[in-house]
């Protein structure tokens, strides 16, 4: 009888668990992205999916984590600057041709896509939002 008693207490603890268990967040590979939502975002790098996102991991991934791209917003020209600070300190190599490409993608899915309104700062950007049950 005891163990009849036991069995039956395990299984509703069994069950409990199994509803409590939160719904998988979106996202949930760790990467937080801030890129609109409609944009595919590369599951290895958190970078928005992109014909040129192949040249940016060649030469944008190697020393740090993509969270320094992805966390940034800047002009064609601000990323530009970047990326002549980074070969004049940080030992970057030279793009060379694929420098326009990688611009192109920088500014397209990082550039400051929300202008500061009446002065005021930016709206703060959430990456990551928590299921409410
Ligand atoms: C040769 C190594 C190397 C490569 C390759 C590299 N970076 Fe960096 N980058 C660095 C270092 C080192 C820092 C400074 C990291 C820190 O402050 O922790 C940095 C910092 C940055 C920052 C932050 C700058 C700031 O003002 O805070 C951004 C944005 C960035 N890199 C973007 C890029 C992009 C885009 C590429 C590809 C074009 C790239 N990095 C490729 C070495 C590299």
Known sequence: ???ILFLTLVAIGFLSLQTGTPPALSGASGA?????????TDPET??????????VRTHCTGCHST???????????GWKQKIRWM???????DLGEAEPAVLDYLTKY???DDKPFDGRRLPLRTDRWHAMN
């Open 87 to 93: 070969q004049r300190t940080q030992k970057l190599w």
């Open 1 to 3: 009888m005891k163990s």
């Open 32 to 40: 937080p992205t801030s890129v609109a939502d409609t944009v595919k």
């Open 46 to 55: 958190g970078l928005a999916v992109d014909n040129n996102l192949a040249l």
């Open 67 to 77: 969270k320094l791209i992805r966390q940034n917003r800047f002009t064609r020209d």
């Open 110 to 112: 990082y550039g400051p």
